[in-house]
Antibody
Framework: QVQLVESGGGLVKPGESLRLSCVAS????????MSWVRQAPGKGLEWVSHTNSGGITIYDADSVKGRFTISRDNAKNSLYLQLNSLRTEDTALYYC?????????WGQGTLVTVSS | QSALTQPASVSGSPGQSITISCTGTSSDVGGYKYVSWYQQHPGKAPKLMIYDVSNRPSGVSSRFSGSKSGNTASLTISGLQAEDEADYYCSSYTSSSTRVFGTGTKVTVL
């Protein structure tokens, strides 16, 4: 069955960096667009970034543009999100999700906490 | 990239039908067929309930249905059950080739 497993979250200080990973299994990873979606504690869902199946076309939310970078390694069935210049408002559970226009498959998320 | 507007809460008794609205603009909801709906129980990942305005993924109950008129999409839950109590989010593709989620609606089964 389809499985997405995120990792890499943790507690960091404002201005620091983190790299999130998402390992996919149960489907042909290289056939699918992938996205990152986040959810701040007690808040709603926020779309963060998207990459097409080949990792060539990338779109980012304005709130993270220039600070976060999405990438993928199809040989390793892995999706990444590099988070730089982190701010307290980036504190959230970060989900990877399969799909371009909608997401039928989601991971369980990895928690990023930005605090001094 | 303003969030789509949803009512904060909707409630109904078991067996009743409820409808959740999702209002955007012609640059998102009104301009594309790519509206989707997600159910989220506390501490769980979102679950896709409706995609492309009105299509149900395999395994989703037929009690869930979606529609769209102009810049507003709607999710209807018929025959409300206790297990339907959750948060619901709409999402739409946008003219910027991004996605935007709604503000979320808490559904309470009375």
């Amino acid at each position: 069955q389809v499985q997405l497993v995120e990792s890499g979250g943790g507690l960091v200080k404002p201005g620091e960096s983190l790299r999130l990973s998402c390992v996919a299994s149960g489907f042909i990873f290289s056939d699918y667009d992938m996205s990152w979606v986040r959810q701040a504690p007690g808040k709603g869902l926020e779309w963060v970034s998207h990459t097409n199946s080949g990792g060539i076309t990338i779109y980012d939310a304005d709130s993270v543009k220039g600070r976060f970078t999405i990438s993928r390694d199809n040989a390793k069935n892995s999706l990444y999100l590099q988070l730089n210049s982190l701010r307290t408002e980036d504190t959230a559970l970060y989900y990877c999700a399969r799909g371009r226009y909608s997401s039928v498959s989601w991971g369980q998320g990895t928690l990023v906490t930005v605090s001094s | 990239q303003s969030a789509l507007t949803q009512p904060a809460s909707v409630s109904g008794s078991p067996g009743q039908s409820i409808t959740i609205s999702c209002t955007g603009t012609s640059s998102d909801v009104g301009g594309y067929k790519y509206v989707s709906w997600y159910q989220q129980h506390p501490g769980k990942a979102p679950k896709l309930m409706i995609y492309d305005v009105s299509n149900r993924p395999s395994g989703v109950s037929s009690r869930f249905s979606g529609s769209k008129s102009g810049n507003t999409a709607s999710l209807t839950i018929s025959g409300l059950q206790a297990e339907d109590e959750a948060d619901y989010y709409c999402s739409s593709y946008t003219s910027s080739s991004t996605r935007v989620f709604g503000t979320g609606t808490k559904v309470t089964v009375l």
